[in-house]
């Protein structure tokens, strides 16, 4: 019902800027917080930031001051540029939402295919 694609991963240089985004499509009636994740290998998946429908974010520290959040509410779309990258930033990103579908009266949590950030040192 809801579907998630993100662009914009690949390999980038340790200091340099990359952007990410994602658009939600599908039987949407409304969205509340929509966020990226990330998974290392060997490791879970983690937080990175996350955005509310009214503009709150919320970051994971070790990213604070190096990667900013928004959100166009009328586009569903987040995005996420992540700027001074580090070679410890290398994971998949995957994009998260709680979105509501046409015709639910519950909010679903959806995870995109994840695209993949490589931080070469």
């Known amino acids: 019902q809801v579907q998630l694609v993100e662009s914009g991963g690949g390999l980038v240089q340790a200091g340099g800027s990359r952007r990410l985004s994602c658009a939600a499509s599908?039987?949407?009636?409304?969205?509340?917080?929509m966020g990226w994740y990330r998974q290392a290998p060997g490791k879970q998946r983690e937080l990175v930031a996350t955005?509310?429908?009214?503009?709150?974010?919320n970051y994971a520290d070790s990213v604070k001051g190096r990667f900013t959040i928004s959100r166009d509410n009328a586009n569903n779309t987040v995005d996420l540029q992540m700027n001074t990258l580090k070679p410890e930033d290398t994971a998949v990103y995957y994009c998260?939402?709680?979105?509501?579908?046409?015709?639910?009266?519950?909010?679903?949590?959806?995870w995109g295919q994840g695209t993949q950030v490589t931080v070469s040192s």
């Open positions: 998260n939402a709680r979105a509501r579908p046409v015709g639910k009266v519950i909010f679903y949590e959806y």
């Open positions: 599908g039987s949407i009636f409304s969205i509340s917080a």
């Open positions: 955005i509310t429908s009214g503009a709150g974010t």
